[in-house]
């Protein structure tokens, strides 16, 4: 079974630029999460949704949205790119976003803000 | 507002030594946890979780973790360290209802010194 797939694993932009992350989740997860990780502030929830609806939202700026496509897959888009939106972005899927379920991670994509 | 404490940002221990990685809880969290495991320029992996049932749980590659109500802790220990256990480890709960977020404790690198 494919795990959690994230792409680009590298990505290098210029301050004022958006982005476009891509995820695709484990077949059948229904439930997709993002999250940043920065040396400073570790990991903290963005987002995430389920069956194409945003269902919770992290303390993030307008800048930072996402959607998410009947197949599951999820995009996340930063738009007015600041030095300090450098970071690891990792996606997670669940079966269905359940207290109990644990969220299987991807390799997450890097990016660096020049 | 609800949190996770992980005790100490970087531990050090010989090979073949106990690994005892700390986590602490907020009371307000609901009790399911999970341990995380991050190898450089990888996402996370799941080590295990308690959800309900039996307070110690085993995970994968030797760990396992007790849950302690009184304490509110989930502290992960490995009898014996191998060299291949140096990594950060991450200690998360899931946030109350079906909201896909964890909330992350902010990360323990493990060194396995020879």
């Known amino acids: 079974k494919a795990g959690v797939t994230q792409t680009p694993r590298y990505l290098i932009k210029t301050r004022g630029q958006q982005v476009t992350l891509s995820c695709s989740p484990i077949?059948?997860?229904?439930?997709v999460s993002w999250y940043q990780q920065t040396p400073g502030q570790g990991l903290q929830f963005l987002f995430e949704?389920?069956?194409?609806?945003?269902?919770n939202k992290g303390n993030f700026p307008g800048r930072f949205s996402g959607r998410q496509f009947s197949n599951s897959r999820s995009e996340m888009n930063v738009s007015t790119l600041e030095l300090g939106d450098s970071a690891l972005y990792l996606c997670?899927?669940?079966?269905?976003?359940?207290?109990?379920?644990?969220?299987?991670f991807g390799d997450g994509t890097r990016l660096s803000i020049l | 507002a609800q949190s996770v404490t992980q005790l100490g940002s970087h531990v050090s221990v010989s090979e073949g030594a106990l690994v005892l990685l700390r986590c602490n809880y907020s009371?307000?969290?609901?009790?399911?946890l999970f341990w995380y495991v991050q190898y450089p320029n990888q996402g996370l992996q799941l080590l295990l979780k308690?959800?309900?049932?039996?307070?110690l749980v085993k995970g994968i590659n030797g760990f396992e973790a007790e849950f302690k109500k009184s304490e509110t802790s989930f502290h992960l220990t490995k009898p014996s360290a191998h060299m291949s256990d140096a990594a950060e480890y991450f200690c998360?709960?899931?946030?109350?209802?079906?909201?896909?977020?964890?909330?992350f404790g902010q990360g323990t690198t493990l060194q396995v010194k020879p």
């Open positions: 997670a899927s669940s079966l269905a976003g359940t207290d109990n379920q644990p969220q299987h």
């Open positions: 077949s059948g997860h229904r439930s």
């Open positions: 949704y389920f069956s194409e609806t945003q269902r």
């Open positions: 009371s307000s969290v609901p009790p399911y």
């Open positions: 308690y959800t309900t049932g039996a307070t």
């Open positions: 998360a709960a899931h946030g109350s209802g079906n909201t896909g977020k964890l909330i």
